[in-house]
């Protein structure tokens, strides 16, 4: 994107506060699916707005700056993929560590479904930070804890359950599992192909074996 800065509010909105809301909602879906095939230094706010068909210079009532813009998009990102997280994790018909490759499977599924052009945003946000707004920074870490969390908790479960040996450190495992995941990620998007995500769920999982 082109430099992060405040700019005066400019242009014509909606009249309808309704349709203020949609048209909010629609930039930030559309920057969604566009920095997440792209990346977020690469992308320029042109190709967004005109997906949705907003004017450049309205832009500014929907978001103070483009900074603004990028954390409703992460934060929109980080709703999306806690709840997916959460529909596999938290699925009490199977087993914890059949929970992961449930996981595993649905994200498959979503990329292939874009033909591996796009992968995980904060995954992309993190491995470019030092060229974003230093305020992303604390925002990225703070969701890859939540996450490291939620898989965490999934297996405590296993643990109880007896499939995980009882001395292993959970918290540990966890970071490890998405330090991993953004790799097979990052791999799978490489060679478009779910080859990455098969081998890194199947070598962790069947590493963990009681």
């Not at 967004?48 to 934060?75: M, N, Q, R, T, W």
């Not at 945003?121 to 060229?131: C, F, I, P, T």
């Not at 991993?180 to 779910?194: C, N, P, T, Y």
Request: glycine share 8%; with cysteine; charged share 25%.
């Amino acid at each position: 994107m082109t430099a992060l800065v405040n700019k005066p509010r400019r242009g014509r909105p909606p009249k309808n506060s309704a349709d203020n809301k949609d048209t909010k909602r629609e930039l930030i879906r559309s920057g969604l699916e566009h920095l997440t095939e792209f990346g977020f230094t690469a992308s320029g706010i042109d190709k967004i707005l005109k997906k949705v068909g907003v004017p450049k210079g309205s832009f500014y009532f929907y978001f103070s700056s483009k900074e603004d813009f990028g954390h409703a998009v992460i934060d929109s990102y980080a709703t999306y993929f806690a709840n997916k997280l959460d529909a596999s994790l938290l699925d009490e018909s199977h087993p914890p560590l059949q929970r992961l490759r449930n996981f595993a499977s649905h994200a498959k599924q979503g990329m292939a479904k874009h033909q591996f052009r796009r992968g995980c945003l904060v995954g992309n946000l993190g491995q470019e930070v030092d060229a974003l707004p230093e305020s992303y920074r604390g925002k990225l870490i703070e969701i890859f804890e939540s996450w490291e969390q939620k898989v965490s908790a999934c297996l405590q479960l296993a643990q109880d359950n007896g499939q995980l040996d009882s001395q292993l450190d959970c918290h540990q495992l966890a970071q490890f599992f998405w330090l991993g995941w953004e790799g097979a990620v990052s791999r799978a998007k490489l060679q478009q192909s779910a080859k990455p995500l098969d081998n890194y769920i199947d070598v962790f999982i069947n590493g963990l074996a009681n």
